[in-house]
């Protein structure tokens, strides 16, 4: 068998990892995966609709194509977190956390201490509302009483107290709009992507500020 990490002879069969990636900005490599889980679950979705869902494949494709949605805000607001910690200057990257309502919440925050002047209802307003929706469906009770929210619903038909996931013991059909999804999470996405550039391109000015600074005092 040929080995999976090695070239085809055509450039544009070859998948580069770290082509788009840099040795040296990690926010920028954190921006490049969240992009590239962004788009794939774009790209499945509008393929689906395209082939008029030939051979019913979303039944199947809709896990991983909640999955790529789900991880893609995950890396945007970490990324989100870690840049606004970094213009802030206190040291800290993100949290280590998969729940997506605790990363908003803490973005929302961050920004209100580094700046205080973002639309929250054009930047975050149906991603608020994508995450509330969601998190009524994943938030469970194990046997003894506690509440968890269980985010791998899209990986597994389990959750984690081996109990099956809210779509597979429910009478009514489970459904996702593939049409909808593709408004709602173009926009999702690219407001996660314009803000998290926008922080990146602050990041770049204030360190460039301050190169010149350090140059014009060694001048001096």
């Not at 979705?45 to 790529?68: H, R, T, W, Y």
Request: glycine letters at 2%; charged letters at 25%; zero cysteines.
């Amino acid at each position: 068998m040929k080995d999976i990490f090695s070239y085809n002879t055509d450039i544009n069969k070859t998948a580069y990892m770290n082509w788009r990636t840099s040795h040296h900005d990690h926010l920028h490599n954190m921006h490049v995966i969240a992009k590239g889980f962004a788009d794939s679950s774009l790209v499945l979705v509008k393929q689906i609709l395209e082939n008029n869902n030939k051979g019913k494949e979303a039944d199947s494709l809709i896990f991983p194509i909640l999955f790529n949605a789900n991880h893609a805000i995950e890396v945007y607001l970490k990324l989100l977190i870690w840049t606004l910690n970094t213009l802030l200057a206190n040291g800290k990257t993100y949290e280590n956390s998969h729940n997506l309502k605790t990363l908003l919440k803490e973005v929302k925050r961050l920004e209100k201490e580094f700046e205080n002047k973002l639309d929250y209802e054009h930047f975050f307003g149906k991603l608020t509302k994508y995450i509330n929706e969601l998190y009524k469906k994943i938030e469970i009770q194990n046997k003894e009483g506690k509440s968890f929210s269980d985010i791998t619903f899209a990986r597994y038909s389990l959750t984690r107290e081996k109990e099956p996931q809210f779509y597979i013991n429910e009478f009514d059909n489970v459904v996702v709009d593939l049409t909808n999804f593709i408004v709602v999470f173009n926009e999702i996405f690219k407001n996660l992507d314009d803000l998290s550039m926008h922080y990146q391109h602050l990041i770049e000015m204030r360190n460039e500020m301050e190169s010149e600074m350090r140059m014009d005092s060694y001048y001096e």
